[in-house]
């Protein structure tokens, strides 16, 4: 199998990253791109990427041409209906509790119902145990990280545009999820080989491992990763391919 390893670009960190910038304001902002707005809140454990990530997520967004970035740590105060009619996508790298009203609740439903991009990295999948509504979007529920270790990931659908930078297999040292609940409908995108880590310390679910999908809901789409804890994951090249890859396709522009 093939096993390929890029150098890592390194990016640097930001100081303080629950600040906004204005779709195509500021320094350095792209001209045209859309708007994507990325929630960093963490009700639960709060991981130390997240600076990182939002870094990266910015330089990638200008270095592509495709999107600005406007990241909160606070998410009752950015999903609201008023602000997500400013908003052509919304990623998440979130855990716990968000809390959201029933309100802000619906408004994000209906953001991606009418065509709205979303995508979910890592723990947006543990997050929010008391919104099912949620969970059938992201499309599977967090059910432990047996596995933290350097993995073999298998391309699944290698030609889909949100993957197809990362070939038929990938080696990558990162936590490692598995889930309850796989919704239907999830098409499976990025699964771990189970020859790469002891599978007794896991579960044995009928869908296996998967490690990416996608989704529809009503017009929009849904892009989930479960890799993403560690800072080399965000700053390795092949990630930061996927990352404008995926969210270029949750906005429709791959």
């Known amino acids: 199998m093939l096993r390929p390893c890029a150098p890592p670009l390194l990016f640097l960190a ?11 304001g500021g320094q350095g902002g ?13 009700g639960g454990y709060r991981h130390d990427c997240l600076a990182t990530s939002a870094q990266v997520l910015t330089d990638v967004g200008r270095s592509s041409g495709l999107w600005n970035l ?20 919304v990623v998440f790298f979130t855990s ?8 802000q609740k619906q408004a994000l439903l209906e953001f991606v119902a009418r065509g709205g991009g979303f995508a979910g990295f890592h ?10 509504e949620y969970h059938d979007l992201i499309g599977a529920t967090f059910d432990g990280h047996p596995w933290h270790q350097e993995v073999l990931v298998l391309g699944d659908q290698p030609s889909h545009p949100a993957v197809r930078s990362l070939g038929a297999s990938f080696s990558i040292f990162d936590e490692i999820y598995q889930f309850r609940d796989v919704r239907p409908g ?18 044995d679910n009928p869908w296996g491992h998967p490690l990416a999908w996608t989704r529809s809901e009503g017009a929009g789409r849904v892009f989930y990763c479960a890799l993403g804890h560690e800072i080399s994951t965000w700053e390795d090249s092949r990630f930061q391919a ?7 396709w949750v906005l429709g522009r791959r």
């Open 186 to 203: 999830s098409a499976v995108l990025l699964s771990l080989d189970p020859s790469s880590v002891d599978v007794s310390l896991g579960k």
């Open 96 to 103: 716990g509790d968000l809390g959201l009203d029933a309100g």
């Open 123 to 132: 723990s947006a999948t543990d997050t929010e145990y008391g919104w099912p």
């Open 14 to 24: 930001l100081g303080s990253f629950a600040c906004a910038s204005a779709p195509g």
């Open 30 to 42: 792209v001209d045209g791109g859309a708007h994507v707005l990325y929630v960093t809140h963490s």
């Open 70 to 89: 406007e990241v909160s740590d606070d998410a009752a105060a950015v999903l609201t209906a008023e602000h997500l009619a400013t908003v052509d996508a």
């Open 242 to 248: 996927m990352l404008r890859d995926s969210i270029g």
